[in-house]
């Protein structure tokens, strides 16, 4: 069952609320456009990092042995990463040689949802009207339901034990002759289950521990009930694992084996392995699972470089958009007196905002490419002029439009409230 709540915002303080958002509109125009540059600037030269590095690139003949002659160098290496360091979960007592363990924790919780739809009324005052909706759901963290709205659901929660989440990783592992770094062996992953292995005497005692915390909520359970389940490489608190209830806390162990086939470029330092510099300062190394050969492992660096600069140009720009919302935004809001005018005043306010916001965005894109790579600084300056000339005579048009709509409808609206009065 939902639980609504209703509040009224009345005009004086929307109008007070659209002038403070002035500034985070400015601060959001100023950080999109930093943002822009900066990504371009990034881009390019990881590009040509990328580049000079795959120049470089050097096949190892061999991982079984060191070779003083590549000390230094930029190598390509293709084997399988072992490790003999034994891992141990101490609070469970159980463990396995492992290049990393890891120790999840989920608790079965009420979760709150909620949900605004917002209304603009006659006068400039505007009614939010809150719904809150409850789920039960699987979590990673005990939820307070104290702090829920509808007091049907608070203090529903409590969980039957907190366990801490846990991963170790393993000191030494080895890529034939050499030793990897920390850094190399956390990009080591394949999980796989590790089984539970606890003595029976210790779930045993569990199980006591368990029952005595489900009886204090008032359940009834008796002794021969089990209430810990080792189901594979899960531990099960809780009375029915196939129908989780409220309080139950299931806690899930798993592990990246111990032989691993790799591929890495990096610089050969001594026995281990280091970041390569190239000229402009950028630093590169790499390490991915199974085998690659080195124009696949440079094609899809390339490509990664190029996904993050089309993510960060659409988040630039989206920036830019919303400040320049935020900054005119107070337009609109002191409309509000009469909801339909400001709503198409809005809309034009919006279309104005946008168009600015990427022209202004290809700008600053284009002046960065012209400061890193000139030609197509110089395209992109050509089309955003385009777009600017579309907005300033094809454009005035649809303003036009829009203002005669506007006067039409309050014209309407007087009509409508002299037949009332």
């Known amino acids: 069952m939902a639980y609504t709540e209703t509040q009224t915002v009345g005009y004086g303080t929307r109008v007070g609320n659209s002038f403070k958002g002035i500034g985070m509109g400015i601060i959001m125009f100023l950080a999109g456009t930093v943002l822009l540059w900066w990504n371009e600037g990034r881009f390019v030269k990881t590009d040509k990092m990328l580049n000079e590095a795959q120049g470089k690139t050097e096949e190892l003949a061999t991982i079984d042995r060191i070779d003083p002659e590549m000390d230094g160098q930029l190598v390509y290496a293709t084997g399988v990463a072992t490790t003999k360091d034994s891992l141990t979960d101490a609070d469970f007592g159980f463990g396995a040689t492992a290049v990393r363990l890891q120790r999840t924790v989920e608790y079965f919780q009420w979760v709150e949802h909620e949900k605004q739809e917002r209304k603009d009324k006659m006068g400039g005052s505007e009614e939010i009207v809150t719904t809150y909706t409850y789920e039960r759901a699987w979590v990673d963290q005990p939820v307070q339901s104290e702090s829920f709205k509808d007091p049907e659901y608070q203090k529903k929660n409590f969980v039957l034990t907190t366990v801490e989440p846990m991963q170790q990783q393993a000191e030494t592992v080895k890529f034939g002759a050499f030793v990897l770094n920390q850094g190399q062996i956390s990009r080591i992953h394949g999980d796989m289950p590790l089984n539970v292995k606890i003595d029976s005497a210790k779930l045993v005692s569990m199980n006591k521990d368990t029952r005595r915390l489900i009886r204090a909520k008032g359940i009834q359970v008796d002794d021969s009930t089990a209430c810990v389940y080792a189901l594979q490489n899960t531990l099960y608190y809780g009375a029915n694992p196939s129908n989780p209830a409220v309080g139950d806390v299931r806690v899930t162990w798993t592990m990246v084996k111990?032989?691993?086939?790799?591929?890495?470029?990096?610089?050969?330092?001594?026995?281990?392995?280091?970041?390569?510099?190239?000229?402009?300062?950028?630093?590169?190394?790499?390490?991915?699972?199974?085998?690659?050969?080195?124009?696949?492992?440079?094609?899809?660096?390339?490509d990664e470089n190029s996904m993050i600069v089309w993510i960060l140009r659409i988040v630039g720009i989206f920036i830019v958009i919303g400040g320049l919302k935020g900054i005119f935004g107070f337009l609109e809001t002191i409309l509000k007196v009469v909801p339909f005018i400001a709503n198409i005043f809005g809309w034009g306010v919006g279309v104005v905002c946008t168009v600015i916001g990427v022209v202004w965005s290809l700008i600053i894109i284009a002046l960065a490419w012209l400061f890193y790579r000139p030609v197509i600084g110089i395209a992109?300056?050509?089309?955003?002029?385009?777009?600017?000339?579309?907005?300033?005579?094809?454009?005035?048009?649809?303003?036009?439009?829009?203002?005669?709509?506007?006067?039409?409808?309050?014209?309407?609206?007087?009509?409508?409230?002299?037949?009332?009065?």
């Open 258 to 302: 111990p032989e691993n086939k790799i591929t890495i470029i990096a610089k050969q330092k001594d026995n281990t392995f280091t970041n390569f510099k190239a000229k402009n300062g950028k630093s590169f190394s790499t390490l991915v699972m199974g085998t690659k050969d080195v124009d696949e492992i440079y094609e899809s660096e390339h």
């Open 380 to 421: 992109l300056l050509a089309i955003a002029g385009f777009l600017v000339w579309v907005f300033a005579f094809k454009g005035k048009d649809k303003l036009k439009e829009l203002a005669a709509k506007a006067k039409s409808r309050a014209a309407e609206a007087r009509v409508e409230r002299d037949n009332v009065i």
